[in-house]
């Protein structure tokens, strides 16, 4: 999933997975080696797989968060508004934090602990995890009793039907496309043959591939086995759609919701107002609160502007949070080493990757001796102090997180871990061989303020190396949906991904497949490379985890090192802070964030 301008682990996860929990948060930057310590264990605790849960595991109410009582309104400040609404075109991680509030689909992921930590996959909607008798190729779904829209209309198999099927239509192109994939048995963007119109036409997928026999029941039939489907399943872009209030691509402004909050306005880029779900039964759900009355966002809120404000812990700031702003970089060091501000901090390790990609669809860059000139020359140093330094981030060596299994701690292929500034002689050689000295860089940029200073200073950086690099800003709450164009003018862009779950098939395929290659898919390098699709195809019938993981890190170094469609830049880390009237803050792994669905008014 993408991050914020990003994307994660399922509900999304963003799902995302997981964050590795700072635990000296107060110590800031000050210890670095107690620090690694406790980033390299955190980042091994996320690599274990999550436990399917059972019927017991599955049955509502979620465990009360201590000391939490109801009542309140609660003050969230967010840099960028929302673009989708709609759960099929949810796959970054902003929209998946709201996400936790507002959908619910078959599976979802539970927290087993008050730490953020511990976590089991359990049925939401469904009465259990989901059952399967034939390895993965088959699973079956069984409906909880007393389960409703926010309109009160009864949840049935006609509206996961109707949430399926109109994920193959054509609109529906920001989301995650495991399950369509599955279904079709088909890899990239070729699965829409299966259904090309949706279900808006007539057509509908046959029982044999997708049985709804009664109102309760969903079965799922794949030609392969896939024994991941739990785990897509949690994801915020495979929640139920009412399939009475399908509006087609109006649904993404107006949404039917079925979590314990619900949309009473929403005001693009200024404002947005939840207040709770009538219809929503805690009985029948084991993930979600509904402490606080109403949630009030506010758009437009920038780091620096966001952190003073919850800083200063005045008034109605003083119930404020945001779900996914950071800490700025100019109060990041001050926040962590000031015990005072503890209780009102969190701070994990997430699972994104940071990548500058090279529009692979652009004749000048086709030359591989150019994108290892942009390689060498691209300097990682201002994009990690842009965030806050070494506290916000770390230089990567590839696109596999320490989060994941098959994360290489030594690969290094371009140094950016050595020197992370860049080698701009080395580069400018390489563009003098090509023939292209000062050739001419389009780089698109995310316009915030830390999207302005880092990509000032990497521009610079290129233009030492013989490119005439011209910088063009990109808004940031659309900023996904326009490098995700096809047809876009961007040479280079940055983009950040983390895993769906805790496996790099949730990496490498979605960004790297040239069959998934369209407009609003993830693949946003536009990379095609038959050695790397037959490898995602390879590796993905592999059922041994540990020989699987060892294959994606093949491919990974494969990419970076022989393809160069992208340059790897920073795995992420996350600081946030609340209002001292904000209770039950925890930094949770899964969602890599703040959880939104423990949160109540002290």
């Known amino acids: 999933m993408s991050r914020g301008g990003r994307h994660a ?48 595991d599955s049955t509502g109410p979620a465990a009360a968060v201590p000391g939490a009582k109801d009542g309140g309104t609660m003050e969230v400040l967010q840099r960028d508004s929302y673009a989708h609404l709609d759960p099929a075109q949810i796959y970054v991680s902003d929209e998946g934090s709201l996400a936790n509030l507002l959908f619910r689909g078959l599976t979802g992921y539970k927290a087993t602990t008050d730490t953020g ?36 209309t009864a949840i049935t198999s006609k509206d996961f039907r109707q949430t399926f099927e109109r994920q193959f239509a054509s609109f529906i192109n920001q989301g995650p496309p495991y399950i369509q994939q599955w279904l079709a048995d088909a890899p990239g963007a070729e699965y829409r043959k299966l259904l090309p119109d949706g279900p808006y036409k007539g057509k509908h997928l046959p029982s044999s591939i ?26 915020a872009g495979y929640a139920v759609v009412s399939a009475k209030g399908d509006t087609k691509e109006k649904y993404d402004k107006s949404p039917v919701t079925t979590g314990p909050y619900k949309i009473q306005s929403f005001k693009s880029g200024k404002s947005m107002v939840l207040v709770k779900n009538t219809n929503w039964d805690a009985k029948t759900d ?87 000139a942009i390689a060498y020359a691209l300097p990682i140093t201002p994009f990690i102090r842009a965030y806050g330094g070494t506290d916000a981030m770390e230089a990567a060596g590839g696109l596999i997180s320490p989060t994941v299994s098959g994360y290489d701690a030594a690969f290094d292929p371009w140094g950016k871990k050595k020197n992370s500034a860049g080698d701009p002689a080395k580069a400018k050689a390489l563009l003098k061989k090509a023939g292209k000295l000062n ?10 303020p830390e999207g302005q200073q880092y990509s000032t200073a990497m521009a610079a950086g290129l233009k030492k190396a013989g ?34 779950w805790p496996s790099a098939s949730t990496v490498l395929p ?6 998934a290659i369209a407009d609003g898919a993830q693949n946003y390098s536009q990379v095609n490379d038959a050695h790397v699709n037959s490898e995602i195809d390879r590796i993905n019938k592999i059922t041994d985890p540990v020989k699987a993981s060892a294959a994606w890190e093949k491919l990974d170094e494969y990419l970076v090192k022989d393809v160069v469609n992208v340059v790897p830049t920073a795995y992420y880390k996350q600081v946030q802070i609340a209002g001292s009237k904000v209770g039950g803050l925890v930094y949770d792994d899964v969602i890599g964030g703040v959880d939104p669905r423990r949160l109540f008014i002290k």
Request: charged share 20%; hydrophobic share 35%; aromatic share 10%.
């Open 467 to 500: 490119f005439n690099v011209q910088r063009q800003e990109i808004p940031a709450e659309t900023y996904y949906d326009q490098v995700g164009k096809l047809n876009n003018n961007y040479d280079i862009f940055h983009t950040a991904w983390g895993a769906d």
């Open 117 to 152: 930590q511990g976590h089991e996959v359990v049925g939401d909607l469904a009465t259990d995890s989901g059952t399967t008798t034939d390895g993965g190729k088959t699973w079956k779904y069984t409906l909880k009793d007393g389960i409703k829209f926010a309109d009160g």
């Open 286 to 372: 084991p993930i979600r609160h509904q402490y606080v009355n109403q949630f009030n966002f506010t758009f437009n809120q920038q780091y620096e502007a966001s952190t003073k404000a919850l800083l200063a812990d005045s008034g109605a700031d003083q119930t404020g949070i945001s779900f996914n702003n950071q800490v700025d970089a100019g109060n990041l060091s001050s926040v962590l080493k000031d015990p005072k501000l503890k209780s009102r901090t969190i701070s994990g390790y997430q699972p994104y990757v940071g990548q500058m990609n090279i529009n692979m669809s652009h004749p000048a860059l086709k030359d591989k001796t150019v994108r290892e």
């Open 439 to 448: 050739m001419k860089l389009t780089f698109g940029y995310i316009n915030t």
């Open 510 to 515: 979605p960004l790297y497949d040239g069959r």
């Open 210 to 235: 997708l049985d709804t026999p009664d109102d309760k029941t969903i079965v799922f039939h794949f030609k392969t086995a896939h024994p991941d489907l739990p785990y897509a399943l949690a994801m």
């Open 9 to 56: 682990y399922a509900a999304l996860s963003v799902l995302a997975a997981g964050a590795l929990v700072l635990t000296g948060c107060s110590k800031g930057g000050s210890d670095a080696k107690d620090n690694n310590k406790q980033d390299k264990e955190n980042a091994a605790r996320q690599q274990k797989s999550i436990k399917f849960g059972n019927v017991a």
